[in-house]
């Protein structure tokens, strides 16, 4: 008997966590307004893994660039304000072109282009993807559908092609 209620017990917790956790908050979350509020995301190349924060005040967006690694990139801080590049570097702070940091803005423009134009959803082989278009770029930000969890952003167009590895996805550096 008391076997019988300890099992009940567990099939009770078991069924709480799969209604409260599992399949329904996750994989029916909205990704698009997800990826529309993101304020921190994470993101890594072959070469470089550094944070993206942005934020917005009375319409001015503000977006700041930190890195993780490599080492010597750990004191640099770039701010894209305003239509400006600013970096900053040990106390060191000068404007710079975007060419200065062209590995960077593509996930600056993916971001202003999933809140600001048209987006759709699409399957490319086994990955699904949200698309959006900015000014010529075409960007694709693939997603695991079962865990709604961001895992890469590619990007075409005419200033060239790439991708980042996203790390993490979050609407605020807390989460």
């Not at 029916?28 to 921190?40: N, Y």
């Not at 570097?89 to 404007?95: D, F, P, Q, R, S």
């Not at 990955?127 to 865990?147: I, K, Q």
């Amino acid at each position: 008997m008391k076997h019988l209620k300890w099992l009940s017990l567990l099939l009770t917790f078991f069924l709480l966590c799969v209604f409260s956790c599992g399949c329904g908050s996750t994989a029916k979350k909205d990704l698009l307004e997800a990826l529309r509020s993101a304020r921190v995301i994470t993101a890594s190349d072959s070469d470089l893994f550094f944070t993206l924060e942005w934020s917005e005040t009375n319409g001015i967006v503000r977006i700041v660039f930190r890195f993780s690694s490599p080492e010597q990139l750990k004191p640099l801080t770039i701010t894209e304000e305003n239509g400006k590049i600013h970096a900053s570097y040990k106390g060191l702070e000068t404007e710079v072109t975007e060419e200065f940091c062209a590995r960077l803005l593509p996930l600056s423009r993916a971001m202003r282009a999933f809140r600001s134009s048209g987006t759709e959803t699409g399957v490319q082989g086994d990955r699904s993807y949200l698309r959006a278009a900015l000014d010529g770029d075409t960007f694709l930000m693939y997603y695991d559908p079962a865990s709604g969890v961001f895992t890469r952003l590619e990007w075409t167009g005419e200033s060239g092609s790439g991708g980042y590895d996203i790390l993490s996805c979050t609407a605020s550096d807390s989460e």
